[in-house]
T-cell receptor, first 114, second 115 residues
Framework: ELKVEQNPLFLSMQEGKNYTIYCNYSTTSDRLYWYRQDPGKSLESLFV?????AVKQEGRLMASLDTKARLSTLHITAAVHDLSATYFCAVDRGYGGSQGNLIFGKGTKLSVKP | KAGVTQTPRYLIKTRGQQVTLSCSPI?????VSWYQQTPGQGLQFLFE???????NKGNFPGRFSGRQFSNSRSEMNVSTLELGDSALYLC??????????????FGEGSRLTVL
């Protein structure tokens, strides 16, 4: 059974600091997603990582994928208050070549304090 | 370009009733999937449709059903509502049904409260 584990589940950071969120998954998958969710809102797509060694960056966020270790990381550089949100990683089950059949981690609730 | 549109955004039902939620994918997207989000269980996959065919179904009881129309719009139905069905129901669409690309776009969701 495919499982996705994120840690930490809660993260309180000071502005300007760096931190990393980890996402481990239990079986092979070649597609990993990172999403952001603000309270009461939907999921905003941050990154789609499609291959081993993939690295993507957008602003203060950088995501990477190691398919051999079944690990993805979301690195936050010089955090700002606007990054406060819940971050989810998700892995595509990939049944029958389909997409959109995702297993989500429990999410990391990030709070950035001045 | 319009995003994924879900209606209604909020609704309140009582136990035993049924509900139908609608999802209009981004124009040109043919794959639609549905998720349930609750504080206790998190985000869970319900179903996935492509070209009016259900490709995959999550581990939910038969009270949860869905369909997709020829214009790619999708509906999901929950019959005999239970208190535990209170959740945010999210619809997502994607452009290509293959393993090359991959971005999945989510709608704003339909928040269902069962009293």
């Amino acid at each position: 059974e495919l499982k996705v584990e994120q840690n930490p589940l809660f993260l309180s950071m000071q502005e300007g600091k760096n931190y990393t969120i980890y996402c481990n998954y239990s079986t092979t998958s070649d597609r990993l997603y990172w999403y952001r969710q603000d309270p009461g809102k939907s999921l905003e797509s941050l990154f789609v990582l499609l291959s081993n060694g993939a690295v993507k960056q957008e602003g203060r966020l950088m995501a990477s994928l190691d398919t051999k270790a079944r690990l993805s990381t979301l690195h936050i550089t010089a955090a700002v208050h606007d990054l406060s949100a819940t971050y989810f990683c998700a892995v595509d089950r990939g049944y029958g070549g389909s997409q959109g059949n995702l297993i989500f981690g429990k999410g990391t609730k990030l709070s950035v304090k001045p | 370009k319009a995003g994924v549109t879900q209606t209604p955004r909020y609704l309140i039902k009582t136990r035993g009733q049924q509900v139908t939620l609608s999802c209009s994918p981004i124009s040109g997207h043919r794959s639609v999937s549905w998720y349930q989000q609750t504080p206790g269980q998190g985000l869970q996959f319900l179903f996935e449709y492509f070209s009016e065919t259900q490709r995959n179904k999550g581990n939910f009881p038969g009270r949860f059903s869905g369909r997709q129309f020829s214009n790619s719009r999708s509906e999901m139905n929950v019959s005999t509502l239970e208190l535990g069905d209170s959740a945010l129901y999210l619809c997502a669409s994607s452009l290509i049904w293959d393993r090359v690309s991959g971005e999945l776009f989510f709608g704003e969701g339909s928040r269902l409260t069962v009293l």
